[in-house]
């Protein structure tokens, strides 16, 4: 690769670039997005999506029920470490290609054959993953937005009542990030804030009020089962997606890296921050919930599980606490942390689909690769990523298990995703050369594990969760997988093979787009 700029397209001598435009134009782009984003919003936006306050809260009773305790005291650090090394993986080559694109034009980048291909496929993977996410996310808060109104102002929760406050939030998501990147690098950063506080609030209050804690022992070792598996390895291991599904979403760093500055070592710095800051606040957040459970018995996980606020955590808070006020404080916090998540997913989710709809790749690409001259946002790709989750979340207005079925490629998709570039870049060997930003001798071994981790969960995701396996308790990734495959596929022959990465309108390039996946020599 080349240390120099390829000369823009157009002859005509220009104001210098700066040096991270310069490096964006290497890549074959031209900057076009207000690069306003600090080291610490590049990290903020993607701490706030993996959101401890979020996924540990709402993702509770999947560890509680498949392990309990156990599966949650010592899942947690041990996922987190394998995660550590899939974002390590990730962020030496998003140092070497910091691109709004991220994942698929790495891959596209990093493949020896078929290089369109590779950027096509884990492209439609992580778009379609983060709309699905950006849903579930929403449509998360929405859900424990209502569990707060109907403890504090007896609201009764239904279907239709949680998708129109779905539909405000994510409006107001899609507000925030029309407004331009100052603002969402400076709520970024309260969302940052929000949740090391917020933890520490609700840590304390669960250390300091409570009457009774549970040992130490019993907290990280106590076994519960509820899964109708016997085979106890397997049960563990199905407990741990609680921590996997919460471990997502710290690609945004890459997909505003074009917005960041100093994009080569803040981006890669900002994923693996965002991870390991949530390994340390998560476990300290989990083990405070799980010791401050009040009835440690097998009757008594049972009754938490199943109870009627339909978030354990939550019902923790009403019994530790014995203080209604202070539990419903405790449960804001979390209806907060839900909120910046969500506008963290709408950030990330529109930059990447604006970087895909550059390169031709989303139908109607003219008009979702369009910049907002006045904010330096891309106004046209929020506003698609926002009405695409939307009418994803619709089956929740009549069928709950429908609607989980349409989101369950969230997590399976993102990581397919995640896996390939990772994958690529070792298969790449000596040849590849890493960024500023960099691993040394530690690279393969680290991007080994990423890998068999990563294909070890997707083997996880895909499997029944419990017994009896019924319509509501069917594991419908591996359906969801298979439509986002088969829309690839469709979309690939319909236009992608003709226009993506082939582009008639080269205005956006820095480069022939020919070259685009082509290292240049010097």
């Not at 002859?11 to 997005?33: F, H, I, M, N």
């Not at 619709?394 to 990772?422: Q, R, W």
Request: aromatic share 12%.
């Amino acid at each position: 690769m080349s240390n120099e700029a390829a000369p823009p397209n157009d002859p005509t001598p220009g104001p210098a670039l700066s040096a991270d435009e310069a490096s964006l134009a290497e890549l074959g782009y031209k900057q076009e997005l207000k690069r306003g984003m600090s080291g610490f919003g590049n990290f903020a936006v993607s701490f706030s999506i993996i959101s401890i306050l979020a996924g540990c809260i709402t993702s509770y009773s999947i560890a509680l029920g498949s392990g309990g305790p156990a599966a949650i005291t010592i899942g947690w650090p041990l996922v987190g470490v394998f995660v550590l090394c899939v974002a390590l993986a990730m962020a030496e080559v998003c140092s070497k290609y910091p691109t709004a694109g991220g994942l698929y034009f790495w891959a596209g980048r990093l493949a020896k054959r078929n290089k369109r291909h590779w950027a096509w496929y884990v492209g439609w993977f992580n778009f379609l993953g983060e709309v699905a996410v950006t849903a579930a996310i929403d449509y998360g808060a929405a859900t424990t937005m209502m569990a707060f109104a109907a403890l504090t102002f007896g609201v009764v929760p239904t279907a239709l009542n949680t998708f129109i406050l779905f539909l405000v939030i994510i409006t107001l998501h899609g507000l925030l990030n029309t407004f331009g990147v100052n603002l969402v690098n400076l709520l970024s950063g309260v969302s940052a804030w929000w949740h090391i506080v917020g933890v520490l609030i609700i840590v304390a209050a669960l250390w300091i009020m409570p009457t009774k804690h549970q040992s130490f022992s019993w907290t990280m070792t106590a076994w519960h089962n509820e899964t109708g598996f016997t085979f106890m390895p397997f049960v563990f291991l199905m407990g741990l997606l609680m921590a996997q599904y919460t471990y997502t979403g710290y690609d945004a760093s890459a997909h505003v890296a074009e917005e960041t500055k100093n994009a080569s070592t803040a981006a890669p710095k900002g994923i693996v921050m965002s991870v390991l800051i949530s390994i340390i606040g998560g476990w300290i957040l989990l083990y405070s919930i799980t010791a401050a459970i009040q009835d440690g018995s097998e009757a008594g996980l049972t009754a938490l599980n199943a109870t009627a606020t339909g978030l354990p955590p939550a019902q923790v808070f009403l019994d530790a606490l014995n203080n209604p006020t202070m539990a419903k404080f405790l449960l804001f916090i979390v209806c907060g942390a839900q909120f910046f998540c969500g506008m963290a997913s709408v950030t990330a989710n529109s930059r990447m689909s604006y970087a895909f709809s550059r390169d031709d790749a989303i139908p109607g690409s003219k008009y979702w690769k369009k910049v907002n001259p006045r904010t330096g946002t891309p106004t046209n790709s929020i506003w698609l990523c926002i009405v695409l989750s939307s009418v994803l979340t619709v089956p929740a207005l009549f069928n709950e298990t429908a609607y989980l079925a349409a989101t369950s490629v969230a997590v399976i998709g993102l990581y397919i995703a995640y896996v390939a570039p990772v994958l690529l870049r070792r298969l790449k060997g000596d040849s590849f050369k890493p960024g500023p930003w960099n691993l040394g001798r530690w690279s393969a071994v680290i991007g080994w594990v990423a890998v068999v981790w990563v294909i070890l969960i997707c083997i996880l995701f895909v499997l029944p969760p419990t017994l009896p396996i019924t319509i509501s308790t069917f594991n419908y990734s591996p359906i969801a997988v298979l439509a986002v495959l088969i829309i690839s596929v469709v979309l690939w022959y319909a236009r992608g093979k003709k226009h993506f990465m082939q582009h008639l309108d080269k205005e956006q390039l820095a480069i022939d787009e020919k070259k685009l996946l082509d290292e240049i020599d010097d």
